[in-house]
């Protein structure tokens, strides 16, 4: 990190304000679980409240679906206004965040059965095909995935990462919450963090 980028972080981060909180993960990997962490931890969320709570994730799902279009031409200045929120973004599209902000990352890791599993009840309940890819093949598919994020994500600039378990995080909130509220700093709650835990909900274990 060169002096300049050193005083830039200093005054706020390249495009002004704080650091962007980033939760992301693959699809069914606890990323709702750490936004509701957050949010009871004091941290503003940027969600819109479109998509709503239901029987897969009946704490909600914490979207702004300004998110999906991440991966498309078009505007994206609304990212100047989650500086210091936390957004949820799903693993495939963090390539697509612009390089003008500073970013905070928590990434979920689960246990890939366990994502299949929790992916494959959810297409169950919604009445859609979930046999559509097998297993191996998904496993294979995000097994490379994951490892090009990661890759990528550590040699990214501008862009701080933390890893945390989804099974430590139900089975440790405290600690936890401790280590995620450090990393995002701004003196959330962390007790109220470990509080949002619902452990009923870990309902697909490998």
């Known amino acids: ?9 200093w005054i706020g981060g390249r495009a002004g ?43 909600g799902y914490f979207e702004l679906e300004r998110v999906k279009d991440l991966d498309k031409p078009g505007d994206a200045s609304w990212l ?10 799903i693993s495939a599209l963090l390539p697509h965040l612009p390089a003008d902000y500073d970013y905070k990352v928590v990434f979920v890791r689960r246990s ?3 994502v299949l599993a929790s992916q494959r009840k959810m297409l169950e ?13 998904m496993t294979a598919h995000f097994t490379a995935h994951l490892r090009r994020i990661e890759a990528q994500l550590a040699n990214r ?34 007790a109220a963090m470990a509080g949002a835990v619902d452990a009923k909900l870990y309902r697909n274990r490998a």
Do not use: Q, W
């Open 1 to 9: 990190m060169g002096i300049l980028d050193v005083i830039r972080r």
């Open 17 to 59: 304000g704080p650091p962007i909180v980033i939760v992301s993960g693959l699809p069914r990997s606890g990323t709702s679980m750490l936004m509701r962490m957050l949010s009871a931890g004091g941290l503003d969320l940027a969600v819109d409240g479109i998509r709503t709570a239901d029987d897969d994730n009946p704490n």
């Open 80 to 89: 100047a206004e989650a500086r210091g929120k936390g957004v949820k973004v």
């Open 112 to 114: 890939l059965p366990e």
């Open 125 to 137: 309940r919604r009445g859609e095909a979930a046999d559509a890819v097998n297993d191996d093949d």
């Open 157 to 190: 600039p501008h862009c701080d990462v933390l890893y945390v378990e989804h099974r430590r995080t139900v089975a440790e909130p405290a600690a936890v919450a401790e280590e995620v509220g450090a990393f995002v700093g701004g003196d959330l709650d962390v």
